[in-house]
């Protein structure tokens, strides 16, 4: 029962447009959600994250966007770099105090010059 | 930069052996948690403590122990490793609402 889903295994933007990372969830009891990035030989990072008060979050090029009643979030990045080449996973928690976290199963994003 | 190291980064061991990894933080962290990372599964979780001597289990806990003895480490045991076992494990720590990562360590269970 997979309740975080990244349906795109992967995703090829032209560096300067925008890159979208999409995630899906069916857990209802998800209230906060976080993206991270990864390279190569590395830990995931820490990117971006929003709770389940707001629909919007911003952070320099990076925007996440959460529509509940779809049960979506998506990451913009804008523009994209080469830099931005990386597996970005999202994650879910519920608020049970351990704050436990739920990964999709990530996108790997290819910035072409 | 939250102050995680693992180690060993690399092993190769043999199937049948005992394994154990190991997170250390600077901080003074209550959750720690550790993690294995396979193609098609994203990241799932194995163990996770909440204190020293505080520790549950996880999605994927089968075939895995975990001990925290003192605040600053956090102990990922193999009790026989076996092939299926084959993957890269990150530790992790929460700061607020938010999971950090180390880098790695990547296992290899022949």
């Known amino acids: 029962d997979q309740q975080v889903k990244q349906n795109s295994p992967s995703l090829s933007v032209q560096e300067g447009r925008i890159s979208i990372l999409n995630c899906d969830y069916t857990n209802s009891m998800f209230d906060y959600f976080l993206w991270y990035k990864k390279y190569p030989a590395e830990g995931p990072t820490f990117l971006i994250s929003i709770s389940s008060i707001k629909d919007k979050n911003e952070d320099g090029r990076f925007t996440v966007f959460l529509n509940k009643s779809a049960k979506h979030l998506s990451l913009h990045i804008v523009p994209s770099q080469p830099g931005d080449s990386a597996v970005y996973f999202c994650?879910?928690?519920?608020?049970?105090?351990?704050?436990?976290?739920?990964f999709g199963q990530g996108t790997r994003l290819t910035i072409n010059p | 930069d939250a102050g995680i190291t693992q180690s060993p980064r690399h092993k190769v061991t043999e199937t049948g052996t005992p394994v154990t990894l190991r997170c250390h933080q600077t901080?003074?962290?209550?959750?720690m948690y550790w993690y294995r990372q396979d193609p098609g599964h994203g990241l799932r979780l194995i163990h996770y403590?909440?204190?020293?001597?505080?520790?549950d289990k996880g999605e994927v806990s089968d075939g895995y122990s975990v001990s925290r003895s003192k605040t600053e480490d956090f102990l990922l045991t193999l009790e026989s490793a076996t092939s299926s076992q084959t993957s890269v494990y990150f530790c992790?720590?929460?700061?607020?609402?938010?999971?950090?990562f180390g880098p790695g360590t990547r296992l290899t269970v022949l």
């Open positions: 901080e003074n962290h209550r959750y």
């Open positions: 992790a720590l929460a700061s607020g609402d938010t999971q950090y």
């Open positions: 994650a879910a928690s519920a608020p049970q105090g351990a704050q436990k976290l739920v």
């Open positions: 403590s909440y204190g020293v001597k505080d520790t």
